[in-house]
T-cell receptor, first 111, second 113 residues
Framework: GQQVMQIPQYQHVQEGEDFTTYCNSS?????IQWYKQRPGGHPVFLIQ?????EVKKQKRLTFQFGEAKKNSSLHITATQTTDVGTYFC???????????FGKGTRLSVIA | EAQVTQNPRYLITVTGKKLTVTCSQN?????MSWYRQDPGLGLRQIYYSMNVEVTDKGDVPEGYKVSRKEKRNFPLILESPSPNQTSLYFC????????????FGPGTRLTVT
């Protein structure tokens, strides 16, 4: 079945440093979504990418979808303590198939 | 306010005692899903439902049951809980189709002793 791999599993950064998490699928995806889960909270939707090579930005966050639609990345510029949490990617093969989540990257930011 | 609610939020029970975790959404969403979250394993899908009376197994369905008699409710049933079902459970809902984000409930932390 479809698998979504996410690396790294953990990342510790100093405040102000950049952070990147990578997501790779074993199959071509119709779209990919990113979620953030704060400690003790529930996953919250951040963004969806649909087009091959798509790049979207939300303030200090940059999301990319690979040309082959099999990989994606989330890059945070100049991390802040408010960025702490676990970031999940989730992809689906086609319109009505279930989302498959990566295992997430837990980000710690040291002030 | 658009939301997904789960009850109870915390539950400690004993092996073999049947329990139900309720999930309800007020967004008229067709798609609902249950996940369990365990350290190092991320979010794993237990069951999902595309619409009323339509349910399907996810990646880890063993030991769980679900029903979808109404659009807004999607209860998770553990007929005979075991300690390996100790976990954090999330219910989620979304509109139908590929372009919809999932809305997650606050989670239910279950401990089976």
């Amino acid at each position: 079945g479809q698998q979504v791999m996410q690396i790294p599993q953990y990342q510790h950064v100093q405040e102000g440093e950049d952070f990147t998490t990578y997501c790779n699928s074993s199959t071509t995806l119709s779209n990919i979504q990113w979620y953030k889960q704060r400690p003790g909270g529930h996953p919250v939707f951040l963004i969806q990418l649909v087009k091959s090579g798509e790049v979207k930005k939300q303030k200090r966050l940059t999301f990319q979808f690979g040309e082959a639609k099999k990989n994606s990345s989330l890059h945070i510029t100049a991390t802040q303590t408010t960025d702490v949490g676990t970031y999940f990617c989730a992809g689906r093969n086609s319109g009505n198939t279930p989302l498959v989540f990566g295992k997430g990257t837990r980000l710690s930011v040291i002030a | 306010e658009a939301q997904v609610t789960q009850n109870p939020r915390y539950l400690i029970t004993v092996t073999g005692k049947k329990l139900t975790v309720t999930c309800s959404q007020n967004m008229n969403h067709e798609y609902m899903s249950w996940y369990r979250q365990d350290p190092g394993l991320g979010l794993r899908q237990i069951y999902y439902s595309m619409n009323v009376e339509v349910t399907d197994k996810g990646d880890v369905p063993e030991g769980y049951k679900v029903s979808r008699k109404e659009k807004r409710n999607f209860p998770l049933i553990l007929e005979s809980p075991s300690p390996n079902q100790t976990s954090l459970y999330f219910c989620a809902s979304s509109g139908q189709g590929s372009s919809y984000e999932q809305y997650f409930g606050p989670g239910t932390r279950l401990t089976v002793t």
